[in-house]
Every structure is written in C-alpha cells, then in structure tokens.
C-alpha cells in the first residue's frame, strides 16, 4: 500500500518565542525540520513526504534548503489555522487507498521502530498512534486549590505519527473543526473509529520550550 507521511510545521511556535521559527532552528548545526524529515527517509524511503508551511515562510525554507544542500524530495502545504486546517490542508495531496501518517515537524527523535510499527498497524486496524507510559506521579487539581493523586496506568502520554487508511482520515477530516480536536486520534474518534495504540520512544519529545532545545542538543551529544 502506498504510504504518506504529512509533517505539520504551520505553527507559530508561541511557547518557544524567539525571532526564528522553531522547526528552523538548528540542532547541532542542522534545522530541526530537515532532521524529521530524514529521520522518515531512512526509516522508509517509499514514504511520499508532504511538509505543511505558513505561505510567509516557505520561501525561506526553499533558501535553507539550498543553504544546507538538502535535497529529499518533498511537496509543500499551505499551514492553517489551526493544527487540523494545516493537516487538512497537507491532507488534500494524499491520495485514496493509500497509508497517510500525520507527524509533527519538531519531533525529529521519533524511532524507525515506531514509525514501522504505526503503519505497520493502521494497514491492519485502521488507525494506529505512539504513546508512552506516565513515569511519574500524575496529580489532578480539582476545586478550590485542592488536588489528589489519580492512577497513573488509567493515562498515557501521546506522540506522533499517528498513521491512518487515508479514505478514513479524509472522512474524519470532513468534521467541523472543535478546540477538542488537539491530534489525529481525537477527529478520528470522533468520526466513530477505534484508535489503536503502539509504544513510542521516549525520546520522540516534541520541542515545545527552550527548554527542550537543550534537551535536543543533549540527546543528540
Ligand atoms: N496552525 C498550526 C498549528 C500547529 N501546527 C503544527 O503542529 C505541531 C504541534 O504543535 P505545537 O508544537 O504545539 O506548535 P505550535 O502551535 O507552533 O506551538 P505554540 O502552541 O507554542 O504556538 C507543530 O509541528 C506545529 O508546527 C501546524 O502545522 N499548524
Ligand atoms: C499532536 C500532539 O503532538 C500529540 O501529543 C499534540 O497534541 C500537539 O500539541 P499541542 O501543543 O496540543 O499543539
């Protein structure tokens, strides 16, 4: 089955600040989208890559590419507003009949375990996503300051890319949009299909924070 991958990068990268997008900032002397974006050429290089950008910097991004001589071929999207007009957008390049994976473009540490093991999955389920264990004690804050210690192993940490039949995903994405609507999982569900889950990689964060730049860089040392 011909397989996809949308990398979402239509952003505004808020929580990160700064003057330079954060799917462009380097990592080691290298953009972190490029880094995503190779990280699922070696995994699989059939995968047929869609990068999804704001209009005002795809230019830019042509300019690093030639700066940095990266050549993996790729198709631009227009971003949107919001992370589901931006997969909906990319999500007009997919064809039918196809696998099509939804992945955010500043996860470049996903493995190539789990990138084959979600499409691995949602060729057999339909739908397939990455997630991890709660490593730590989770506290829900109720009323009036208050908070108490719910059960970790009811909850699990969800990354990307989550992996569709594309005919499904397309369908789900014909829904009008609502802010409950954070990832993939969440407008398939909706639509009234079973989200199957498959176990991520820790280092698959997605660089949110400044913070988490530091992490990048200490991962990669
Ligand atoms: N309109 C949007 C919003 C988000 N994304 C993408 O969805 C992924 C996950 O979003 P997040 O990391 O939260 O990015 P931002 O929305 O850019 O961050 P912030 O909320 O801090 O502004 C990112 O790769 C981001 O570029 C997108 O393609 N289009
Ligand atoms: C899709 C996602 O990365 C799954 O963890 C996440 O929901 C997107 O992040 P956001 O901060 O809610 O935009």
Not at 31 to 51: A, Q
Not at 59 to 77: E, N, P, Q
Not at 150 to 174: E, G
Request: aromatic share 8%; charged share 20%; hydrophobic share 40%.
């Amino acid at each position: 089955m011909k397989k996809y991958i949308i990398i979402v990068a239509g952003g505004k990268g808020l929580r990160m600040g700064g003057e330079i997008p954060k799917q462009f900032l380097p990592i080691k002397g290298k953009p972190v989208l490029m880094r995503t974006l190779e990280t699922f050429s070696i995994c699989d290089e059939t995968i047929e890559r869609i990068v999804v950008l704001p209009v005002d910097q795809q230019d830019y991004w042509k300019h690093l590419c030639k700066i940095y001589g990266f050549t993996l071929s790729h198709r631009i999207a227009n971003g949107g507003e919001t992370r589901f007009h931006s997969v909906k957008n990319g999500l007009a390049l997919v064809e039918d009949n196809a696998l099509v994976g939804v992945h955010d473009g500043v996860r470049p540490f996903v493995s190539s375990k789990v990138i084959s093991e979600c499409y691995r999955m949602a060729e057999v389920s339909g739908a397939a996503i990455p997630v991890t264990d709660v490593v730590e004690t989770l506290r829900q804050v109720t009323e009036n300051g208050n908070s108490q210690t719910v059960p970790r192993n009811c909850y699990k940490l969800v990354q990307t890319p989550q992996v569709f039949l594309s005919s499904l995903l397309k369908q789900a994405y014909s829904q009008p949009y609502t802010s409950c609507f954070t990832d993939d999982a969440s407008v398939v569900e909706a639509w009234g299909h079973r989200v199957e889950l498959v176990e991520g990689n820790r280092e698959n964060v997605k660089l949110t924070t400044p913070f988490d730049l530091k992490l990048a860089e200490m991962i990669l040392s």
